[in-house]
């Protein structure tokens, strides 16, 4: 080798790239031409003045364009502290490490979802497992639910598609929401945002397993039991097999180009499920294309607002530290903004199942279930208020609820002073709540939601039963049974436990599928053990039957 003796500027050379990759002009013009201007290039910020620069100036000059015509910048991996990663610091992480504990896809998504490559990111190992469990994991989950049923249902994807038409309103909304997601992150993908197409996934998989799975567990044991008494067909069961299936297969095209080895492996589990081609890989399946007609914004729309009603309600139920298995009687639900009473009626069934309440009543405002009240924030306002501070305080403690109410709709009001008007958002101003009788209250994104946290004796009983059943599965659980597997249960408990029991015996022998459900002063059985019911006291027997009777008879 020489060494070339005069030199401009060594960036020059990797500015010449485009050309020199196809050794252009002398040869290869074709294919110069078809892959110039590139779609994209990806470094670090601090190639700015050096590639990026240089690529255009040459590009420039020689043909009169850009080089690119989009541009990912990558920032800088931090340590948990937010500090750059160096070794005489000792925070730095070996990335080989890493993707051998928790693989390549889980690291990819983990930076892609957590920030923009072009911001800098905080990384913590943490975070890793987390998104393995919390959305990988999940996908997985849905897979094995599904495939178990189908094994032992004998479903392929084969049989005649049913229309989305023909399904259930919980159907037509998942699909819905897989069109639109597919939608939104073919855009995000096209626009280089992978952060915005990574979390619309994300979205999405926690739609699909935390609520329309879910939901629809009873179809997919409908031939198996009658659930709460009530016969699902064949035709709904059919249904929720396909519906899953189509959201798991465009779940996987969708996210293959961040997670290309865990897209490719649900693809190829699905084909199997599907009865078709197991080998065939999802990096050659069409990106899915949104179905316009299987859009329902409103449908959408009215369903993101009954799971956000519930997830407030669950709040509530937390917060007073009341088990969702135990009924409650009654909700109440504030109307106005995004909550309007006829669009929330279409919806009743499904909140009041999810948080297990008997009944939504409706109110104009939330004044007889919390009285509020409104106090200044001094360290916000009074750097900005100076001498009128005291003037806007004592206007803001004078709130009433219309105010307060009408104030944090809009954001922000105007407080009349000596020295003229002043302007005060929601963020300078601390709302203080307190909840009246026997309500508990809870107010976010303009939804405001109050639960009667009263338990009379006949809800206490419905909870009992919903306990027991809940502890008979469990037993199922340890003791390894089928799915399919009827059992007999004998049972001893204290009074108020066994007489919850016997009330709502044909509730627990449909949803244990226990043929009999009989006393026994020392219960016997093949798995048996003793549980605490708050205080109430519970000892069970299960029995792996043959008995063709049908759960829910005697």
């Not at 750059?84 to 890493?98: I, Q």
């Not at 990096?283 to 329902?296: I, L, W």
């Not at 004044?367 to 208020?385: C, H, I, Q, W, Y």
Request: glycine fraction near 6%; proline fraction near 4%.
């Amino acid at each position: 080798m020489r060494r070339v003796p005069d030199v401009l500027d060594v960036w020059f050379d990797s500015g010449a790239m485009p050309f020199a990759q196809w050794h252009y002009p002398f040869e290869n013009k074709d294919a110069f031409e078809r892959n110039f201007p590139a779609d994209f290039i990806c470094e670090g910020v601090d190639q700015t003045r050096g590639w990026f620069y240089t690529l255009h100036a040459i590009a420039t000059l020689v043909q009169d364009s850009v080089a690119f015509r989009n541009v990912v910048v990558n920032g800088l991996i931090l340590d948990e502290k937010g500090e750059k990663m160096s070794k005489s610091r000792a925070n730095t992480v070996d990335p080989f490490d890493v993707v051998s504990r928790y693989g390549a896809d889980v690291v990819r998504w983990y930076l892609m979802h957590n920030s923009p490559p072009w911001d800098s990111m905080k990384f913590a190992e943490r975070g890793l497992a987390e998104t393995r469990s919390r959305f990988f994991g999940t996908i997985e989950n849905v897979y094995r639910f599904m495939a178990s049923y189908a094994n032992i249902d004998g479903f392929t994807y084969a049989e005649d598609r049913l229309p989305p038409a023909a399904r259930s309103e919980l159907d037509q909304w998942i699909l819905s929401r897989l069109n639109s997601t597919a939608q939104a992150v073919d855009a995000a993908f096209d626009g280089y945002d992978s952060t915005r197409a990574a979390r619309a996934v994300e979205q999405f998989v926690d739609e699909l397993s935390n609520w329309y799975v879910r939901r629809s567990r009873p179809r997919f044991w409908a031939a198996k039991k009658a659930v709460g008494g009530q016969s699902v067909s064949a035709e709904s069961k059919l249904a929720a097999y396909q519906t899953t299936y189509e959201c798991l297969a465009g779940l996987a095209v969708m996210m293959s180009p961040i997670a290309p080895f865990f897209g490719d492996w649900l693809h190829r589990r699905l084909h199997e499920v599907g009865g078709r081609d197991a080998s065939a890989s999802v990096h050659y399946a069409n990106f899915p294309s949104c179905d316009e007609t299987v859009v329902q914004p409103e449908l959408e729309r009215r369903m993101a607002l009954a799971r956000h009603i519930v997830q407030l309600v669950l709040l509530l139920r937390n917060r007073s530290q009341i088990n969702v298995r135990q009924p409650l009687g009654r909700i109440l639900l504030v109307t106005g903004g995004r909550v309007d009473r006829a669009t929330v009626e279409q919806v009743r069934e499904i909140i009041l199942d999810e948080v297990n309440v008997r009944a939504i009543e409706y109110v104009d405002d939330s004044s007889g279930v919390v009285r509020r009240s409104a106090k200044a924030d001094f360290k916000k306002l009074g750097p900005r208020l100076g001498k009128q501070m005291k003037a806007v305080a004592a206007a803001i403690a004078a709130f009433d609820d219309a105010t307060i109410r009408a104030f944090i709709d809009n954001g922000t009001t105007e407080i009349d002073t000596p020295a003229g008007p002043v302007s005060v958002t929601t963020d300078e101003v601390e709302i203080l709540s307190e909840e009246i009788g026997d309500w508990s209250v809870a107010h976010e994104d303009g939804v405001t939601v109050a639960l009667d946290v009263h338990i009379d004796d006949a809800l206490r009983a419905a909870g009992y039963a919903r306990e027991a059943v809940n502890r008979i599965q469990s037993l199922r659980k340890s003791a390894d049974l089928e799915l399919t597997d009827r059992i007999v249960v004998e049972y001893q408990a204290s009074p108020a436990l066994a007489a919850a029991i016997e009330a709502n015996a044909d509730f627990i022998r449909s949803e244990t599928l226990a043929v009999t459900l009989s006393v026994g002063a020392e219960p016997a059985g093949d798995h048996r053990e003793q549980f605490s019911v708050g205080e109430e006291r519970l000892a069970l027997a299960i029995s792996r039957t043959t008995a063709t009777g049908s759960a829910g008879t005697a």
